[in-house]
């Protein structure tokens, strides 16, 4: 079954360190990538996406990721967050199959927090 | 535009029970769907519409229901909630499938649910 896959479910850091986020999916052909972003109480919100193109992408708040078509990953990074990144962070891939493209798929969510 | 609304905020229902949890936005969008979070397992899609009279499953659907009367609403019905249904549920929308997949998706605010 096709899946998305969120290494880290639970990742606590300090202020000014630097956050890798890993997501993997298992579709083998063209994909739509996005990182969604849940501040606490709120609704989410797009980060970043990924369609096509140059495939390090940056988004708000100063987030990029890099979609490496190889190793089937899309990770966020951050080089020097703050605590107000403290949220729950979502990968999620719409994937194009033979001829139609299907729903979108969330992976089950990182919750960072970051301490002061 | 206040973008997409759902109400109520706060449910507490019996086992048994049915209720509407309403969802609109006011953007035009065609495609609207509905999202269960529950910890550890992201968002999974339970129905989803491209438009006006069409609806769809996605991937947990059982003991919902919807329909898509206007554009800007799109309900989602508990027949006889269960305590397995207990959840934040959060409503999206967007415009439609492109060539190029499914676009950004506007989240709700979510509606969180407890069936006793």
């Known amino acids: 079954a096709q899946s998305v896959s969120q290494h880290n479910h639970h990742v606590i850091l300090s202020e000014a360190a630097s956050l890798e986020l890993g997501c993997n999916y298992s579709y083998g052909g063209t994909v739509n990538l996005f990182w969604y972003v849940q501040y606490p109480g709120q609704h989410l919100q797009l980060l970043l996406k990924y369609f096509s193109g140059d495939p390090l992408v940056k988004g708000i708040k100063g987030f990029e990721a890099e979609f490496i078509k190889s190793k089937f990953s899309f990770n966020l990074r951050k080089p020097s967050v703050q605590w107000s990144d403290t949220a729950e962070y979502f990968c999620a891939v719409n994937a194009k199959t033979t001829d139609s493209w299907g729903k979108l798929q969330f992976g089950a969510g990182t919750q960072v927090v970051v301490t002061p | 535009n206040a973008g997409v609304t759902q109400t109520p905020k706060f449910q507490v229902l019996k086992t048994g029970q049915s209720m509407t949890l309403q969802c609109a936005q006011d953007?035009?969008?065609?495609?609207m769907s509905w999202y269960r979070q529950d910890p550890g397992m992201g968002l999974r899609l339970i129905h989803y519409s491209v438009g006006a009279g069409i609806t769809d499953q996605g991937e947990v659907p059982n003991g919902y229901n919807v329909s898509r009367s206007t554009t800007e609403d799109f309900p989602l019905r508990l027949l006889s909630a269960a305590p397995s249904q207990t959840s934040v549920y959060f409503c999206a929308s967007s415009k439609t499938f492109q060539r190029g997949g499914l676009p950004e998706q506007f989240f709700g605010p979510g509606t969180r649910l407890t069936v006793l």
């Open positions: 953007m035009n969008h065609e495609y």
